[in-house]
């Protein structure tokens, strides 16, 4: 017979101390999210631009003018880009099998963040 569990169960993710790699896996999926849902966008907006001369400048010129037109940019270019190192990652991972220890994964996870940052650091110079 199966005895009963009375641990209490916290499902509130806030107050769980993930490890790095656990981080790095969900923030994965969330970027892969955002890249999903923006995607329709970047494709619009590119046919639009390259519908003709005017509404190329007309495009040129909102983004020349709107902060939040380059804040959405800015945060496509760096969701797609944690998303794509950490894809890279997954992708060594298995096909090489480095990353599957606990080590060379924590190791993996910081170098994406940290190859991320320096991305971030520089969309934003590049952007603003």
Do not use: C
């Amino acid at each position: 017979m199966i005895e009963k569990d009375n641990r209490p169960v916290n499902l509130n993710l806030l107050t769980i101390s993930l490890p790095i790699i656990g981080l790095s896996s969900i923030l994965h999926r969330i970027s892969g999210l955002a890249v999903f849902f923006s995607f329709p966008l970047v494709v619009w907006l590119l046919s639009v631009s390259l519908k003709s001369e005017e509404s190329f400048l007309v495009l040129s010129n909102l983004y020349q003018t709107s902060v939040v037109i380059k804040i959405l940019t800015y945060l496509i270019l760096v969701g797609f880009s944690y998303h794509l190192l950490a894809g890279i990652k997954k992708l060594i991972s298995d096909a090489f099998g480095f990353g599957e220890t606990l080590e060379s994964g924590r190791l993996l996870s910081w170098l994406v963040f940290g190859a991320t940052f320096v991305l971030a650091i520089l969309f934003l110079f590049y952007l603003f």
